[in-house]
Nanobody, 125 residues
Framework: QVHLVESGGGLVQAGGSLRVSCAAS????????VAWFRQAPKKEREFVAG????????AFADSVKGRFTISADNAREMVYLQMNNLKPEDTAVYYC??????????????????WGQGTQVTVSS
């Protein structure tokens, strides 16, 4: 069982930066693939970025490539999503998700077994 808690959301102007954090507890963090998803009002939850903390392999949605980075601190069991050059369309609730995986970073919500409660990110124009 894994418990995930997001933090760091907030309000930022377009072009600004924000970092959201995901704290994991309950199992050895390195056994899991961790991802960030987001969900805007009246839209489906979508994949943003993922990381395999064991080898550092990452994946990104095309919409955030070059603007967002994802990193993991295995010792602290934390995963971070650094968001730069934010746009109003990045406004959403951002969720951290995890699953036991053979290093495969899935991009669909069914791939993940554990979810956090979400943190709101709002980008003003």
């Amino acid at each position: 069982q894994v418990h995930l808690v997001e933090s760091g959301g907030g309000l930022v102007q377009a072009g600004g930066s924000l970092r959201v954090s995901c704290a994991a507890s309950g199992r050895t963090f390195g056994s899991y693939v961790v991802a960030w998803f987001r969900q805007a009002p009246k839209k489906e939850r979508e994949f943003v970025a993922g990381i395999n903390p064991d080898d550092g392999n990452t994946a990104f949605a095309d919409s955030v490539k070059g603007r967002f980075t994802i990193s993991a601190d295995n010792a602290r069991e934390m995963v971070y999503l650094q968001m730069n050059n934010l746009k109003p369309e990045d406004t959403a609730v951002y969720y951290c998700a995890a699953t036991v995986s053979a290093g495969i970073i899935g991009t669909g919500t069914p791939w993940y077994d554990y979810w956090g409660q979400g943190t709101q990110v709002t980008v003003s124009s």
